[in-house]
């Protein structure tokens, strides 16, 4: 039955939904934000510490493990719970996104993906079966389809094409699944046409998936159009069924997927930006690396009660980025991580009690993200570091 | 009054002692060894780490925390056990070390010693007065004398003329030292040439500092030169006061040194070499990179009790490594570190027991040593590097 998922409450006077997903490795409250353990670890955390900032469920990327250590490995070893110890829920993204935005990409037929291995060149070769049967090996509670990523300015011939062929693909990849107690979610493609995102919305609903992703935003394109894209193509889903925004996760950002309707959420951002010393509060992002915290005696944020807030103060923060110091990178993602799990606890609470749209206009009148042309700019520099492996 | 060491127990049919030494944050059972927190920060550990580990007391080094984040930063931060959260004892080396071996030497003179910084390269002047004062508004346990260090294999009357300039720095220190709850320690100099090591521990007990270290040992020169000048110079030490040996973290030279009458050791060895993939067995270092543990289903270690043995295999720390993931260093770091502390138990328990020189017989008869000529390979190489703050 792979997982059941149920719709606890909605908001009143938006579409915002308060739910559970039930997985065999424990229940995610919804909506939720799955921290990215790219390579069977978050990056440096531990269980205990995903465990203590509250944690329920993690993403890993098949198309890393596969490379490294190897799908086989990880099997021999009792499957990816075991092999990171790691006994909550684990979604195993297909390999689909890194395929086409970091290896060297080769040849995409209908059959499957030819592509060079972004560690040594080596060539490897991607099928929707192949990429179901990888994800059934490492045991990951959801799985998703192998799907067909391409840039938001590819024309709208090009995004048909690669929009067709993900949905043949989702299909097989439906045919192939065969782990009963594994999920498995399609993903809906269409670049920034809307005509094309309710179509592949309609078609993967005809096919009966446990949940349902939306894949190629965020990737570039202008907020306005990401917001328009999603807008129009979320009630086109089944409203039984979860939601997954792949990819999103600034907290303003998430604040308004939520009031449409998302239930899932992963990025790479809170815990990359940690290890660059910006961290979360709900008046925005701090970089610890200003001198202006130099002697700052108060902990990140005076409100948080993750380990870091707890025992340390902006200073000695400052100090270890400044230095450089190994610690720097772990205190700062155990913030961001912990600022992640009690924004999507706090989202909860306002949809439970009915009172989310104010919880939407006092959290986004408080937090002030940062600039949008930095935004791009720092999503463009990071896209062209293809080698270096999300988290 | 600083701090009280008392002798337990001494070792039957050997030289080793058991005894406490108690300071302002606390009591350390001894032989001890202290891990290395060069930059405030023991590197990738927090202190809950070194708690769950048993660590009972940290070094920290006074030229990095002058140069970074300041003397003054951390005096207005209430200190450094406040500033780095850590509540048990600690150590503070004088900075002579690292002003001989990491800055730019410019000029030593009877008055103190010009060096330019590793980070910037400004100049900074340490005299034997100041760096007291830096150490007392450190709020370090243990304080000790800055001391004139150099290359082993320096002539004997450069030597000599080292070791007559320390002792005068020594006299000026003790003169200069004014907080009663600090311990101050004196450093025995004299490099290879035992008449020079006997002179110095004789002139440095007549002045009567609280503890006493032997400097100037393990720097290069070979292992026997190492033990002889260690066993002529221990028994000229006053006995009721504990005896440190500086630089010194090899478990068979702990053990070794032990038998000689150390208290007290400090080292990077256990946590650089755990960054670097080596992890401490009872059996020798194992390098956690080894395509051998590709499949390893075992902990590192199945005697130890460590967070990392108790929830991880061989083969995810080799994965981890491989894929250079943060998580590594911490992970590989806590073994070692809690190695350490066993290895520490363990001496002391046998010391206790009457029966340390079975316990030292079996413990080498089982450890096996890296290659004594990888050893000083690998020491030269870390000497060259000169820009890496230790740790």
């Known amino acids: 039955m792979g997982c059941i998922f149920e719709v606890t409450a909605s908001a009143l006077d938006a579409g915002a939904r308060a739910g559970n997903l039930l997985t065999m490795h424990g229940s995610v409250p919804t909506p939720a934000f799955m921290p990215v353990g790219t390579q069977g670890t978050v990056k440096s955390l531990t269980p205990e510490d995903l465990e203590c900032a509250g944690t329920c469920v993690v993403l890993a990327n098949t198309y890393h493990l596969y490379l490294r250590p190897g799908i086989d490995i990880i099997e021999h070893m009792g499957g990816l719970h075991r092999f990171m110890a790691w006994n909550g829920p684990i979604l195993t993204d297909s390999g689909g996104f890194q395929v086409f935005s970091l290896a060297g ?5 209908d059959e499957g993906v030819l592509f060079s291995s972004h560690i040594d060149g080596g060539d490897h070769f991607f099928t929707p079966e192949s990429a179901i049967a990888y994800q059934e090996r490492l045991g990951s509670d959801i799985a998703m389809v192998l799907d067909v990523c391409h840039a938001h300015d590819l024309d709208a011939a090009g995004a048909k094409k690669a929009m067709d062929l993900t949905h043949r693909w989702a299909a097989r990849c439906l045919q192939a699944h065969q782990r009963s107690e594994q999920a498995l979610f399609g993903i809906v493609q269409g670049g920034t046409n ?3 995102r309710l179509e592949s919305a309609h078609f993967l609903a005809s096919q009966g998936f ?16 990401t917001w328009n894209v999603l807008e129009a193509t979320l009630p086109a889903l089944p409203c039984d069924s979860p939601r997954y925004l792949m990819g999103v996760g600034a907290p303003d950002d998430i604040v308004r997927s939520v009031a449409l309707g998302v239930d899932l959420f992963d990025s790479v951002l809170p815990t990359r930006v940690a ?20 002697r700052c005696e108060e902990p990140i944020d005076r409100e948080c009660d993750c380990y870091t807030c707890r025992t340390f103060t902006t200073a000695y923060m400052h100090h270890l980025f400044r230095c450089e110091e190994l610690l720097a990178y772990r205190l700062a993602t155990i913030h961001n991580v912990r600022f992640m ?24 009148g408080r937090y002030k993200p940062p600039d949008e042309q930095a935004r791009l700019e720092q999503k463009r520099k990071w896209s062209a570091a ?4 999300g988290g």
Do not use: C, W
Request: zero cysteines; proline letters at 3%.
């Open 105 to 109: 990409l080769r040849r995409v037929s």
């Open 341 to 364: 799990v009690r924004l999507m606890s706090g989202i909860r609470q306002a949809i439970l009690g009915g009172r989310f749209a104010d919880y939407q206009a006092e959290f986004l």
């Open 386 to 389: 293809r080698h270096a492996p």
């Open 194 to 196: 809307i005509e094309f």
């Open 275 to 294: 290890r660059h010393g910006a961290v979360y509060t709900t008046g925005g992002r701090l970089n610890l690396r200003n001198a202006q915290y130099e």
């Open 210 to 225: 446990q949940g349902y992703a939306i894949g190629g935003l965020s990737v570039g394109e202008p907020k306005e159009t």
